[in-house]
């Protein structure tokens, strides 16, 4: 079982919205990889919690861990492009998600847990994630996806973060604000034996967007250059792609190697895909296994 605690909420583009979160399209992605899946998140009793129900319904996505909120709304995420074509994101406060209810969460069959940051800007989402990894059984493993945000994360949140940490996905941009905050003024690499050494972290995987990345474990380091894509509609959800495929190998015991090279490519197809979840779910198959 795979247990993904966080946000769902709707990713408002100028030209479109869909329902996402980084939580959310991760679970997606494991479920639509073959991995059972119990996905806890908050939505509000609103027009837009329930066209997100419908949504799930519509592609076979389990809801049932997913609480109703009478007195907040349903998240949303404004997604804005500059000139250069960077996404910049506005993240109203006080959303449905922020309130999660820890009670009733079996872990008893979990085998990862996976979470972030953004579901942890509230005191309640803060304790929420402490008590889940509180109470994992020690065979399961911690996967932690930072995707910090602009106004929504604590040196604190971070510092937690790393320290629930067995397996760290990030980007080259976020590593930068890590050694800053921790100040490590250390190489690239030597950061990241950094954290893994004081965090006891296992397997960390820092994306460089059009420049790859690089999966470090304690004793290897990999890195793969994507190819080239001229087909690119978004880039919103291609680190979610990118995180489903590395815990896949994680769980199916991939070599680090097979496993960037598939996580980069899945990526990639996303990229190419409107929205984080492709309507096809012919994709997924050439990664259901090497």
Not at 184 to 191: A, L, M, Y
Request: aromatic letters at 10%.
């Amino acid at each position: 079982m795979i247990t993904v605690a966080g946000e769902i909420l709707f990713d408002i583009f100028p030209e479109y919205r869909m329902p996402g979160g980084a939580p959310f399209n991760f679970a997606c992605h494991m479920k639509n990889l073959g991995f059972p899946v119990q996905f806890i998140s908050r939505i509000g009793s609103d027009a837009e919690g329930r066209e997100i129900i419908k949504y799930l319904d519509e592609i076979e996505f389990d809801s049932s861990f997913i609480q109703r909120d009478n007195n907040h709304p349903t998240g949303k995420v404004y997604i804005h492009r500059n000139t250069k074509g960077d996404l910049h994101y506005e993240i109203p406060e006080k959303s449905a998600y922020d309130y999660i209810i820890s009670d009733n969460i079996n872990l008893s069959k979990t085998r990862l847990i996976y979470f972030g940051t953004l579901i942890q800007r509230s005191k309640k989402g803060k304790n929420l994630i402490k008590q889940i990894i509180s109470r994992k059984k020690t065979k399961a493993r911690s996967f932690c996806d930072l995707n910090l945000r602009k106004g929504c994360c604590s040196r604190d949140t971070v510092e937690q973060s790393l320290k629930y940490a067995d397996i760290l996905k990030l980007n080259q941009d976020e590593l930068i604000y890590v050694s800053t905050v921790l100040e490590c003024k250390n190489s690239f690499s030597d950061t990241v034996r950094f954290l893994m050494k004081k965090f006891s972290i296992q397997l960390v995987a820092v994306t460089r967007g059009e420049y790859g990345s690089i999966v470090y474990s304690p004793n290897k380091e990999y890195s793969v250059m994507p190819e080239m894509n001229k087909n690119i509609v978004d880039t919103v959800g291609a680190g979610d792609a990118y995180s489903a495929i590395l815990a896949a190998g994680y769980l199916n015991k991939w070599s680090l190697k097979d496993t960037i090279r598939k996580a980069t490519d899945f990526a990639s197809v996303i990229c190419s895909t409107r929205g984080a979840i492709p309507e096809d779910r012919d994709i997924y198959k050439e990664y259901l296994s090497l």
